[in-house]
């Protein structure tokens, strides 16, 4: 699991354009929807003054904006072969 927080600017939080991101493996049965990494994460939001801010996204999610862009193509082979991690159907043809 990884958070990215862009919610600070010029030592303040700026809730109106901020947003805390976090990033995990969607094959972890902890966040699928019943596991206590998910359950932890609606309790937060159901109690947070801004809930807003706070989102998920899988790791399979984020590299499959990349791997449509041939440049990136070796940030995506190199999350795959460490990680593991694929995207199904994201694959671009090789030239």
Not at 69 to 77: A, G, H, N, Y
């Amino acid at each position: 699991m990884c958070l990215l927080a862009a919610t600070v600017r010029q030592d303040r939080v700026e809730t109106a354009l901020g947003h805390a991101l976090i990033i995990y493996d969607e094959r972890n049965p902890a966040f699928w929807p019943g596991g206590k990494a998910r359950s932890a994460y609606d309790a937060v939001c159901a109690t947070s003054r801004h809930s807003g801010l706070l989102r998920t996204a899988s790791w399979q999610r984020v590299i499959g904006l990349p791997s449509a862009v041939r440049d990136l193509r070796w940030l995506v082979d190199g999350l795959e072969a460490k990680y593991g991690l694929s995207t199904p159907g994201n694959t671009l043809p090789t030239p």
